[in-house]
């Protein structure tokens, strides 16, 4: 549903565009993040499925973690909670590689990066933009498309952030996960996840795990968690409903009129001629 009442206001850091929860003092201080050695990294462009990544490591049996609110949200009383959580953290950001605190990268710590088709991507951004009071105010998905083409969404661009990311594919504590390979095998998704954590979890575990993560469970789980006013991962977003809308693969194919298709095509070759991850999505 249109938000009327829209106040979000985004704000530059290095170029890169972030919503008002994240403050410029908090961004600047990034540094002083104090990783530990086994926290676990999910990082993403928004809407590329985070969440369905943290709700797979949440129901690991006796995984003994906790899903906390990405680091570049807050304030810097953050890192002081941080500091208190006994279990190994799970920590989401949608930060570019470049703008990652420095001990994550001494500490060699885990992290998952998560990438999806980018019209997706970009349909599923644009209803995040239109329900969420806290992000500006857009008025059609032509105009939406456009920001997203030129970077100026919420965490810049997702070409910018996928090449950052892709320079690092193949350091042994970073997992690329894709969005249509969990789509198309869960339980086989799951095991990379749960192989990478280094977690032994039995066959069936594995099939509950891939049940309890499907689109129409957490979906529901969702909508009955906030009718409820009850939310056990409201670490990560704090109205769940907006988080799941169709769950789909190939939906920006109803959003896409041939000449903006071919448009972003274009970009696509442009940007991403020596990505390898990006051939993934090429139609
Ligand atoms: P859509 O808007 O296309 O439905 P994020 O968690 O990074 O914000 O990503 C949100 C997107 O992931 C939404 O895409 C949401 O529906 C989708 N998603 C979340 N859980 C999912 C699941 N279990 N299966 C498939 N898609 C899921």
Redesign the pocket.
């Known amino acids: 549903m249109l938000s009327q009442n829209h106040s979000g206001v985004l704000h530059k850091f290095k170029g890169i565009l972030f919503s008002t929860l994240s403050s410029e003092g908090l961004l600047s201080s990034l540094d002083s993040f104090d990783a530990r050695e086994d926290d676990v990294f999910l990082v993403?462009y928004?809407?590329?499925?985070?969440?369905?990544i943290?709700?797979v490591i949440e129901s690991i049996p006796n995984a003994r973690i906790t899903l906390t609110s990405p680091i570049e949200l807050g304030d810097i009383s953050k890192f002081e909670e941080l500091k208190l959580v006994c279990k190994r953290r799970v920590i989401p950001t949608h930060l570019i590689y470049d703008m990652l605190p420095v001990t994550i990268k001494t500490k060699q710590c885990k992290i998952i990066y998560?990438v999806?088709n980018p019209k997706?991507t970009a349909?599923?951004l644009y209803?995040?933009y239109r329900d969420n009071p806290n992000l500006p105010c857009i008025d059609t998905w032509a105009a939406f498309l456009e920001k997203f083409l030129r970077g100026d969404v919420v965490y810049g661009s997702w070409f910018d952030h996928l090449l950052s990311w892709e320079e690092h594919k193949n350091d042994k504590n970073i997992l690329i996960m894709f969005?249509e390979e969990?789509?198309k095998d869960l339980s086989k998704s799951i095991k990379k996840i749960t192989a990478f954590l280094g977690i032994y979890v039995s066959e069936s575990e594995i099939n509950k795990i891939a049940w309890k993560?499907?689109?129409s469970?957490?979906?529901n789980n969702a909508a009955r968690e906030d009718s409820d006013q009850k939310h056990t991962i409201c670490a990560?977003?704090s109205n769940r409903n907006l988080?799941?809308?169709?769950?789909?693969v190939g939906?920006w194919i109803n959003y896409f009129t041939s000449k903006q298709k071919r448009v972003f095509d274009e970009l696509f070759t442009k940007k991403m001629k020596h990505s390898e991850l990006a051939r993934y999505f090429e139609d």
């Open positions: 993403s928004p809407k590329s499925g985070t969440h369905w943290a709700e998560i999806r997706d349909v599923s209803h995040y969005y969990m789509k993560t499907s689109f469970e957490m979906k990560l977003t988080v799941f809308r169709k769950g789909a939906d």
